[in-house]
């Protein structure tokens, strides 16, 4: 017996207010999501000086932008006059600044300011000082990732580190050229439960010969509960006679060229925390981020890119992106399925994992030491 007195085979999960206390969601926007490093947007979609993206990111609205030097940067979405949010779309364009609406104050996409209503009449303002607030920038796999502490972690630690941690090298993921592959396809789901549920569904494969027919037909080895991650540098392999990772098992797209020999029909699943998933397979890769709004409330943004000819000639992707959509639909219905019951008095010292589950454990481990939550 282990020292909570379950069996060997079983160790404890969360509790269920983990999952539904509005006060714990408020320390891990704090203690989490603003502290550490986030993937806000596709870098491809600021493809010119002026165009934005307004990302929130845990209690703070963000705004990412690409400057007339073409370089990404990114601001508190706030103005330094009275506060007034800037920008209020979620994408966009402007030609040479942002201008408050509330009193026009201006600042350019340096973030400096600029202009403002008798602003020549108050020469001791510094244009500087009374800039945007800037915000950490890293670029990888070709998405923007942004860090709102003070003293980011180190990215290559913080997120590279996830990835190595998972395939045991970063050679592997730069095999698939990520950051030059294209948006073929974006789906965003709005899921109402907890992030951390999704982050576990994610981790583990003991549901999907539950309720995953379509994903087991094309991996038989999930159908025996080990998920891809349970293992460094293991890729779950396609079946006999499956050509593609397709909705049907047909044949996919255009391989990506540099795809190593040996990740050659195989599936490789990537947590990088908090929020990203990484999906690599020979002809695409799908990149989930979540945008946890509540504590009950996560949004998700799903990409799948492909090289860019084949985005460019119009092939038809269906097949490859209903395969992932239906795994998303399953796995986010079974997330809110299970929302309900962290509520319960049942749930109150939280579940099990078993064997197969004991990798999320650490994901556990890793969230309440984020958090200062003694364990036990």
């Not at 981790?203 to 539950?210: D, I, L, S």
Request: with cysteine.
């Amino acid at each position: 017996m282990t020292p909570t007195g379950l069996p060997d085979s079983l160790i404890a999960t969360l509790p269920g207010s983990a999952y539904t206390d509005p006060a714990v969601f408020t320390q891990e926007q704090e203690h989490i999501f603003e502290s550490l490093w986030f993937c806000a947007a596709r870098a491809s979609e600021l493809d010119k000086p002026g165009a934005f993206r307004t990302v929130d990111v845990g209690r703070e609205s963000i705004l990412v932008t690409r400057a007339r030097d073409h370089s990404i940067r990114a601001y508190f979405n706030v103005c330094r006059h009275r506060g007034a949010r800037l920008c209020t779309e979620e994408s966009g364009e402007v030609r040479r600044a942002f201008q408050c609406p509330y009193h026009a104050w201006t600042y350019g996409l340096d973030g400096k300011l600029v202009a403002a209503p008798n602003l020549t009449k108050m020469p001791d303002v510094s244009r500087t000082e009374y800039g945007l607030v800037d915000v950490h920038v890293r670029e990888w796999l070709g998405y923007v990732w942004l860090c709102l502490a003070e003293n980011p972690p180190p990215f290559e630690q913080a997120v590279i580190g996830d990835v190595v941690e998972r395939l045991g090298d970063v050679e592997s993921i730069e095999h698939y050229g990520i950051e030059d592959l294209k948006v073929g396809r974006r789906i965003t789901y709005d899921v109402k439960a907890n992030w951390k549920l999704i982050v576990e569904n994610f981790m583990e494969c003991y549901h999907c010969a539950t309720i995953h027919p379509e994903l087991t037909e094309v991996l038989p080895e999930f159908a025996d509960g080990y998920a891809a991650q349970y293992y460094v540098g293991h890729g779950a392999e396609f079946g006999d006679g499956i050509q593609g990772f397709t909705v049907d098992g047909s044949e996919g797209l255009d391989r990506i060229p540099g795809v190593a020999e040996d990740q050659d029909r195989r599936y490789y699943a990537i947590t990088v925390r908090p929020q990203v998933f990484v999906n690599l397979v020979p002809d695409h890769v799908i990149f989930h981020r979540m945008y946890p709004l509540a504590v009950d409330r996560t949004v998700v943004e799903c990409d799948w890119l492909y090289l860019p000819h084949v985005v460019e000639s119009g092939k038809d992707v269906s097949r490859s992106v209903e395969l992932f959509h239906r795994v998303n639909q399953q796995d986010f219905d079974a997330c809110e399925r299970t929302q309900p019951g962290m509520n319960s008095r049942t749930y109150a010292k939280g579940g099990v994992l078993v064997p197969s589950e004991h990798h999320i454990g650490a994901f556990h481990a890793w969230v309440n030491e984020r958090l200062g939550t003694p364990q036990g």
